[in-house]
């Protein structure tokens, strides 16, 4: 499989816009920034969510949002995704009926924005998963960072933004960006659904921090090994351990933690072989981390 199936385009017209401000010598300038629309998800006549996004590959969102939050199942046909671009709406529609109302009241009732409920769902889809026996070069790592770091991207251009790639061995095959870490996540989830594409032997590396919900998702797309550029939290630690997840963190340059799965890891690259972290990368990097 080749590399950059699927790649950012930060020249893309609708992706950002010009600004004129002033900087910190008041002189004039102007700077790329991100867009942000709202895009509704509907499953055949149910509205779902309205999410937030930079606008690119929708169908691919709407198809990963649904089946990270279980209203999509791996074994649903999908006999349709229309996308309206000017109503900046999504319909993902089944073979099977689908209802979600009794769970949509009760995100309503839990919670303003629905996350209490949504992650107890996701915890539940959780329980039973072990994740597939695989291998990770520490020769891939360094590789991946360096193509990945050096990609064209609108983390480049404009900032204020995550990105999650999905990766076999040292080749990037997927990278998605948006304004959400989350949002990222789910492209890449609704693409390998669409392609039919397995996670038993890919790597999902993200530029964003190593949450509980970021394992979660990663473990329900069926990925064995998460790296970030970013950090850890503990319930995230926890739960990589608890479904045999390899977790990677706070790789820059020559350095990265393994706080799971180490056993998948094997030392083929001598770290002081590689280069540090570009300074532009570790400012932008020390923004996204949010």
């Known amino acids: 499989m080749r590399e950059f199936l699927i790649r950012p385009d930060p020249d893309a017209p609708r992706l950002t816009r010009a600004v ?11 700077i790329r920034v991100v867009e942000e629309r709202a895009l509704t998800i509907y499953l055949n006549g ?3 969510v309205t999410a937030m996004t930079i606008g690119d590959y929708p169908e691919y969102l709407a198809l990963g949002y649904l089946l990270n939050q279980g209203m999509l199942l791996a074994s649903d046909r999908v006999t349709a995704v229309e996308h309206d671009e000017e109503l900046e709406v999504v319909v993902v529609r089944t073979e099977r009926e689908t209802d979600y109302e009794d769970k949509l009241k009760k995100k309503t009732r839990t919670s303003g924005c629905a996350v209490g409920t949504v992650f107890g769902d996701m915890m ?14 520490t020769s891939w790592l360094y590789a991946l960072s360096r193509k990945i ?16 790639v999905l990766c076999e061995g040292d080749r990037p095959l997927v990278f998605m960006e948006d304004v959400g870490r989350h949002n990222a996540v789910d492209k890449i989830a609704g693409w390998m659904f669409r392609e039919g594409v397995s996670g038993a032997d890919k790597i999902l590396y993200t530029t964003g921090r190593l949450t509980s919900e970021m394992v979660i998702k990663t473990a329900l797309m069926g ?3 998460l790296a970030s550029r970013s950090g850890f ?6 739960l990589a351990r608890q479904v045999g997840m390899t977790l990677i963190g706070r790789m820059r340059g020559q350095r ?11 030392y083929d690259a001598d770290p002081s072989a ?12 020390a923004a996204a981390d949010g």
Do not use: M
Request: aromatic fraction near 4%.
């Open 20 to 30: 004129t401000g002033r900087d910190q010598t008041g002189r004039e300038t102007e």
């Open 46 to 48: 149910q509205e779902i």
């Open 149 to 164: 770091n050096t990609a064209p991207s609108l983390y480049l251009e404009a900032g204020a933004i995550h990105g999650t």
């Open 124 to 137: 539940e889809a959780l329980d039973g998963v072990r994740l597939p026996d695989a291998a990770l070069r």
């Open 233 to 238: 939290t503990a319930w995230g630690v926890e």
């Open 274 to 285: 590689h280069p540090e972290e570009d300074a532009r990368h570790r400012r932008k990097g």
């Open 256 to 266: 990265f933690v393994c706080l799971s799965g180490e056993e998948r890891v094997i």
């Open 223 to 225: 990925v064995p090994i």
